[in-house]
C-alpha cells in the first residue's frame, strides 16, 4: 500500500518485503495496536542539498539528513529516538513538526494526511501536536511575565481570554507543579526546571495528544532531570498524550520509554521494546552505544563493545551498511549491501546482516 493512503500500522520491513509479522508485546503496544497508530511516519527523507559555495568544484553535497524512517507512535506510548550527534533525530522530530519540508515521504496523525493539512486545518491540528525543547530560556519571551507566555499559547488557540485566561493559567502552572503566583515572574527569575515546567504548560495548553520533547530535559541538573521526567509521565496518563522522546540520556531513555529506535546516519538501525534493547541488545551499534554509556548495570549484555571512531559525514555515506566502517562484525557484504530493517523477535527489527540472536 503507497504511504500516501490510509494504512494499518506501518512498519519498516512491510516496506521492503515484509517477511515477517511485527507482533508487539506488552499492554501498551497491545493498546497502540487495538486503538490504531496515533503517528505514522512512512519513509521519510529529508536531504539538505549545501550551497555550492561552500564546497569548491564538483556537485553540491547532500546531506542525508533523514534518509528512509518509517516508524509508528500508538496513543499513549512514548517512543524514543536515541542515536549519536547528527544522526538525524532532531530532523525528524521537526519534519513531525512540520518545522521542515520533507524531501520525499509521508506523515499521517490519526489516519489524516498530515503533511498536506494547510490553513485553518493546519492550525486547528497544530493544537494536538506540541513541542519541548532543550533550552526554555529560549522558548519564552523574556520581555514577557511567564504567565503571559502560557496565556498567549491559550490565544493562538482562541480557547480563552481575560479572566478565563487567567484563571486557565493558573490551573496550567499548577498542573506543571508551580505555584500560580510565578505567572508573575520573567524568566530569569525562574530556575532552569521552573522555566522548563513553564514550557511543559505552553505544550499542554492546548490538550495536544503528541508532544515532541528534544532533548528536554538534558540541560539541566540530574536531581531536576528526574522531576521534569516524572511530570512527563503524570501529564502522559493524565491527558494520555504519546511522546516521540530524543535523548541523548540512555537512563533516561530507558525509564521513561515503551519503545526504542536507534538512528545511526539518517536511518532506524534497531526498533524495539525499551527493556528488551537494553537488556540485549540485537544491532552492533546499538551495542557499541549502551557499552559508551556509564552502565547502571554493570552486567548489561552490551559490555565490552567499543565504539570506534568518528561518524562518517552525513554527506559522504559509506556503501553497503552506513556502519560497516566502525562495525567489528563487518564482513565483505557489509560493504556490498546495505541491510534493511527486518523483523527479527516478536516486537524487534533490526538492520544489520548478522544481527544478535
Ligand atoms: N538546515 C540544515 N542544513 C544542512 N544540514 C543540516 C541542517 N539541519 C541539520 N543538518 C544536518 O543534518 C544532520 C542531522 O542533524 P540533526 O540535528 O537532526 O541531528 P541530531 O541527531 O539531532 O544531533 P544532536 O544529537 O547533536 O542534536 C547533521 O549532519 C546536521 O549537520
Ligand atoms: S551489516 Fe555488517 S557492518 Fe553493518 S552492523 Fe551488521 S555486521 Fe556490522
Ligand atoms: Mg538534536
Not at 549519536?84 to 494526511?113: N, Q
Not at 525543547?133 to 503571559?148: C, E, I, S, W
Not at 507543579?177 to 492546548?206: F, K, N
Not at 559509506?318 to 549491501?337: D, H, L, V, W, Y
Amino acid at each position: 500500500m503507497p504511504p500516501n493512503q490510509a494504512a494499518p500500522l506501518a512498519r519498516e520491513e512491510d516496506r521492503h518485503g515484509g517477511q515477517r509479522e511485527g507482533l508487539r508485546d506488552g499492554p501498551r503496544e497491545a493498546r497502540a495496536q487495538r486503538d490504531g497508530a496515533l503517528l505514522e511516519v512512512w519513509d521519510l527523507v529529508c536531504h539538505f542539498k549545501l550551497r555550492r559555495k561552500w564546497w569548491k568544484g564538483g556537485p553540491a553535497p547532500v546531506v542525508r539528513a533523514v534518509d528512509g524512517v518509517s516508524l509508528s507512535v500508538g496513543r499513549q506510548e512514548t517512543y524514543a529516538l536515541v542515536g549519536e550527534s547528527g544522526c538525524g533525530k532532531s530532523t525528524l522530530g521537526r519534519l513531525i513538526l512540520r518545522l521542515e519540508r520533507p524531501t520525499s515521504g509521508a506523515v499521517r496523525f490519526e489516519g489524516r494526511d498530515w503533511l498536506a493539512l494547510r490553513g485553518d486545518h493546519l492550525r486547528q491540528a497544530r493544537r494536538e501536536v506540541q513541542a519541548i525543547f532543550q533550552d526554555p530560556l529560549g522558548a519564552l519571551d523574556p520581555r514577557r511575565t511567564v504567565g503571559k507566555s502560557v496565556e498567549e499559547a491559550l490565544d493562538a488557540h482562541n480557547l480563552a481570554k481575560g479572566q478565563a485566561a487567567r484563571r486557565r493559567v493558573a490551573e496550567l502552572l499548577e498542573s506543571v507543579g508551580l505555584r500560580p503566583a510565578l505567572a508573575a515572574r520573567y524568566p530569569h527569575e525562574l530556575s532552569g526546571g521552573q522555566r522548563q515546567r513553564v514550557t511543559v504548560a505552553r505544550a499542554i495548553a492546548g490538550g495536544p495528544k503528541f508532544i515532541v520533547a528534544d532533548e528536554a530535559v538534558s540541560a539541566l541538573d540530574v536531581s531536576v532531570q528526574a522531576q521534569v521526567i516524572n511530570l512527563l509521565a503524570d501529564l502522559q496518563e493524565s491527558l494520555g498524550v504519546s511522546y516521540l522522546f530524543i535523548s541523548h540520556g540512555l537512563a533516561t531513555v530507558r525509564h521513561m520509554a515503551d519503545r526504542v529506535g536507534v538512528m545511526y546516519l539518517g536511518r532506524l538501525v534497531e526498533e524495539a521494546p525499551a527493556e528488551e534493547l537494553f537488556s540485549a541488545p540485537a544491532h552492533p551499534y546499538t551495542k557499541a552505544l549502551l557499552s559508551a554509556a556509564p552502565a547502571p548495570d554493570p552486567t548489561t549484555a552490551s559490555k565490552g563493545v567499543e565504539l570506534r571512531g568518528e561518524v562518517p559525514s552525513a554527506a559522504s555515506l559509506p556503501s553497503g551498511c552506513r556502519f560497516r566502517t566502525r562495525c567489528p562484525k563487518a564482513k565483505e557484504i557489509c560493504r556490498e549491501a546495505e541491510p534493511v530493517l527486518l523483523a527479527v523477535a516478536k516486537g524487534r527489527s533490526v538492520a544489520c546482516h548478522f544481527p544478535e540472536s
